[in-house]
């Protein structure tokens, strides 16, 4: 049943998608209550997918590859939708439902175990891997943010050398990519850096408390609090690339393009660490779990 529930939401995923694509080339206000109507629809499908799952398991849904990608999708599209009914910016919203339409549809032709196994069965792991698929999602929809943001500043730019050169009566142009589409009407730099910082601060704890549920999982099983296993590694080389940016954000000031460039480039480090890691089944202190 929770695996029907989970192809079903991949199909309205899909429709979503499909929705988003044509909503962003011929916008309309119609169209933009349809598209966020759908993401809506697809996150209660995806929902009760998930709580499927978990009642089928008798344990949080974090099994397997197949669990570990449905969640994933469905926590990034969750933080996806208050970023954009609390931060005012639908776009984000629009753009991660391809992404996370590509994670359900994966995870729904992945094979699934029965019962899960007694590793997760330690609220301990089941913390851990939660806390840091949820401040990993936080920093993935941090980066779609920031790609609406690079999006604007190009905008803003090429109109001000547009205005600085313009004659009276010259013949305004397209702004570039977005204009004339659903990529139009975006909300103002300030916002769109007000909701990055707010998503690495929402993001950072749930890491690091990852982090240290991890650890003591890692004392209760072994006796050892780090194992200097792959992803242990891994995850603090990213722990510490977050920290790093968390600093030069809050303490040393970083704001506009360059923040938004490094933000980027640190989410595509989070979802190759992902995609690497958990997809191919490496190992939690030394048991496969995800």
Avoid at 20 to 25: A, E, K, P
Avoid at 237 to 246: D, G, H, I, N, R
Wanted: aromatic content about 8%; overall charge positive.
């Amino acid at each position: 049943m929770p695996t029907a529930l989970l192809q079903l939401s991949a199909l309205v995923y899909a429709i979503g998608t499909l929705a988003v694509v044509l909503h962003i080339l011929r916008p309309s206000d119609s169209g933009a209550k349809r598209v966020m109507m759908l993401v809506v629809t697809s996150v209660i499908f995806h929902a009760l997918a998930v709580g499927g799952r978990m009642v089928e398991l008798s344990a949080f849904p974090l099994a397997d590859a197949h669990d570990a990608l449905s969640v994933f999708g469905f926590l990034l599209l969750s933080i996806s939708l208050v970023v954009a009914f609390r931060g005012g910016v639908p776009q984000v919203a629009w753009l991660a439902m391809p992404l996370v339409s590509l994670m359900v549809l994966i995870s729904s032709n992945l094979k699934s175990v029965a019962e899960a196994p007694e590793s997760l069965k330690s609220i301990w792991l089941s913390a851990h891997i939660g806390m840091a698929l949820l401040g990993d999602s936080a920093f993935v929809v941090a980066g779609i943010t920031a790609s609406v943001y690079l999006l604007q500043e190009r905008r803003i730019r090429k109109r001000k050398r547009k205005k600085s050169k313009g004659k009276p009566g010259t013949r305004r142009t397209g702004d570039g990519w977005g204009s004339n589409t659903g990529m139009t009407q975006l909300p103002a730099l300030e916002a769109l850096d007000r909701v990055n910082v707010w998503l690495f601060k929402f993001g950072f704890p749930l890491m690091t408390l990852g982090i240290i549920s991890g650890m003591v999982y890692g004392k209760v099983t072994s006796g050892d609090l780090w194992s200097w296993d792959t992803r242990n590694v891994v995850s603090a080389a990213v722990w510490v690339t977050y920290a790093a940016m968390l600093y030069a954000r809050l303490i040393i000031g970083w704001r506009g393009r360059k923040a938004a460039w490094l933000t980027i480039c640190c989410v595509i480090a989070i979802l190759m660490t992902f995609i690497g890691l958990g997809v191919t089944g490496t190992t939690v202190h030394g048991q496969e779990v995800v």
